[in-house]
């Protein structure tokens, strides 16, 4: 799994929440980031057990540095199904997404427990690990799957909705030096590896506190 102990080394210094009073950005930007931010840590659509294996999953695909808060990755995944956030399409053999993550979680713990005597969430993260390379790569047939294709699920649900509920997030942004929607003030300087006075400065090697001094003017 991914290592994450550099992930906040790019773009040192740097807050995106500091444009929040800013030209960057106008009140439906305010509004939707602080709706994100304030999304409910319980689960409103899964049930507790399945929103367990949902945060260990989340754990071992996107392991996240102890030096700052997490970002609640199985919330805003709950969230979406909450809501009821489509996607758009699905791919073949795959249940609507509520339906696809009830019955993927349940077979994922439903697994642990016929290979290995534990919940998902009692097992070692090697283990953890092994599991979910497993499902990725259909090797797994609990009848709890029942038609729909583990690959699918790892792929379609798994993978996709993990990362993107990641990256929806502020915290995500700083790490990556992304400055939310650019909305109203938008982009200017388009051309390759120019950049708008208010984007952020990823730190060239060795320059790490000269980006740390930029960033502290970002706005």
């Known amino acids: 799994m991914p290592d994450s102990s550099r992930k906040n080394d790019r773009y040192p210094g740097y807050d995106v929440l500091a444009k929040r009073q800013t030209p960057s950005w106008n009140e439906p930007t305010r509004r939707a980031v602080d709706q994100r931010l304030a999304v409910p840590r319980e689960p409103r659509c899964l049930s507790p057990a399945q929103f367990a294996v949902l945060e260990a999953l989340a754990a071992r695909i996107l392991p996240q540095p102890r030096t700052r808060a ?43 427990q016929t290979q290995h005597g534990e919940t998902f969430v009692a097992l ?70 120019r950049r708008d006075p208010w984007e952020a400065v990823e730190a060239k090697p060795g320059e790490a506190d000269k980006a740390r001094a930029e960033n502290a003017r970002v706005r």
């Open 70 to 112: 997490p970002i609640p990755v199985a919330a805003l995944v709950d969230q979406k199904l909450h809501i009821g956030q489509q996607d758009g399409f699905r791919g073949p053999g795959m249940p609507r997404q509520d339906e696809a993550w009830r019955i993927g979680l349940d077979a994922v713990d439903a697994e642990a």
């Open 124 to 193: 070692d993260a090697a283990v953890q690990d092994r599991l979910i390379r497993d499902i990725g790569e259909g090797r797994v047939s609990h009848p709890a799957w029942g038609t729909m294709p583990p690959k699918g699920f790892y792929k379609q649900r798994l993978m996709h909705d993990l990362v993107m509920a990641y990256y929806s997030h502020p915290t995500a942004w700083n790490e990556i030096g992304f400055g939310g929607p650019a909305s109203p003030r938008g982009y200017v300087r388009m051309g390759f590896n």
